[in-house]
T-cell receptor, first 116, second 115 residues
Framework: NAGVMQNPRHLVRRRGQEARLRCSPM?????VYWYRQLPEEGLKFMVY????????ESGMPKERFSAEFPKEGPSILRIQQVVRGDSAAYFC??????????????FGPGTRLTVT | AQKITQTQPGMFVQEKEAVTLDCTYD???????LFWYKQPSSGEMIFLIY??????QNATEGRYSLNFQKARKSANLVISASQLGDSAMYFC????????????FGGGTRLMVKP
């Protein structure tokens, strides 16, 4: 059973370009989460999605960032007009969803975005 | 206020010795879960251990155990018999039932195992 897959693993963009990060959840998982890790920091929650629905986007910057999880295909995190401060590792995690008080989020390997 | 605090930015431990990584948390939600993740230099996040707020016993997974002191709101990770491959960043995280499904992470502790 393949784990969570993210691509690309490394992405270099010039300031002002668009970045598209893809996440394929584990088989059978319908919940996807995106986190951002700035250098030397812990992960920060960005957005939580189920198929075709954004459940919680409280951690998303108000501008330039968007996320989707279509009925078919991977989840996409899109960053428009990137700036140097967007350089970070972006992690996707997936889960089966709520199961009592315990569930586990399985993380992908991350996409390292560098903005030059 | 920080929800998850890891006060040790870096720690050294001698190979084969035990080490404790500190984590304190802040929540008013009676139902929550605490997680520890390992992040080696390759960058992936590896789940290590989980403790639920209603669990009566401390969680253990192989060489990892969680010293859960609910009244003190601490969830320290204990690694026994350290190995060179344990050198990595370690993150404590919390999920609060009333706050949705997201994880809140601490700033991490860098563990370095000396041969």
């Amino acid at each position: 059973n393949a784990g969570v897959m993210q691509n690309p693993r490394h992405l270099v963009r010039r300031r002002g370009q668009e970045a598209r990060l893809r996440c394929s959840p584990m088989k059978g998982h319908s919940h996807v989460y995106w986190y951002r890790q700035l250098p030397e920091e812990g992960l920060k929650f960005m957005v939580y999605l189920q198929k075709e629905n954004i459940i919680d986007e409280s951690g998303m910057p108000k501008e330039r960032f968007s996320a989707e999880f279509p009925k078919e295909g991977p989840s996409i995190l899109r960053i428009q007009q990137v700036v140097r401060g967007d350089s970070a590792a972006y992690f996707c995690a997936s889960s089966l969803g709520l199961a009592g008080t315990y569930y586990e989020q399985y993380f992908g390997p991350g996409t390292r975005l560098t903005v030059t | 206020a920080q929800k998850i605090t890891q006060t040790q930015p870096g720690m050294f431990v001698q190979e084969k010795e035990a080490v404790t990584l500190d984590c304190t948390y802040d929540t008013s939600d009676p139902s929550y879960g605490l997680f520890w993740y390992k992040q080696p230099s390759s960058g992936e996040m590896i789940f290590l251990i989980y403790q639920g707020s209603y669990d009566q016993q401390n969680a253990t997974e192989g060489r990892y155990s969680l010293n859960f002191q609910k009244a003190r709101k601490s969830a320290n990770l204990v690694i026994s018999a350290s190995q060179l491959g344990d050198s990595a960043m370690y993150f404590c995280a919390m999920r609060e039932r009333n706050a949705g499904n997201m994880l809140t992470f601490g700033g991490g502790t860098r563990l370095m195992v000396k041969p």
